[in-house]
């Protein structure tokens, strides 16, 4: 098992720049890919981006790419999503997710591939 805690939604306003954070815990973190998605009310649960174990890979929506940027700290057990240029179109509950495929590959933009997940923290953007 591996426990997942997200941190760091707030409220903010358009423009400003958040950084959340997801701690792990349980079973060893450097195995596993980790993803960001994100879910507005009465909307489905979208990717966000993904980063590899070793870190050395990434993949993000279009949406925020260029604005977001996402890492981790294996020595840390925790990743996080660094936010630039909000927008509130952007308000949602973040979610963290973690996924032990043995390679790194697009499927990670899909949510039912990862094996574990947060309860996610609320990000609200004011215009």
């Known amino acids: 098992q591996v426990q997942l805690v997200e941190s760091g939604g707030r409220l903010v306003q358009a423009g400003d720049s958040l950084r959340l954070s997801c701690a792990a815990s349980g079973r060893t973190f450097a195995n596993y890919h980790m993803g960001w998605f994100r879910q507005a009310p009465g909307k489905e649960r979208e990717f966000v981006a993904a980063?590899?174990?070793?870190?050395?890979?990434?993949d993000y929506a279009d949406s925020v790419k260029c604005r977001f940027t996402i890492s981790r700290d294996n020595a840390k057990n925790t990743v996080y999503l660094q936010m630039n240029s909000l927008k509130p179109e952007d308000t949602a509950v973040y979610y963290c997710a973690a996924d032990s495929a043995p390679f790194f590959s697009r499927s990670l933009t899909v949510p039912g591939e990862y094996d574990y997940w947060g309860q996610g923290t609320q990000l609200t953007v004011s215009s």
């Open positions: 980063i590899s174990w070793s870190g050395r890979t990434t």
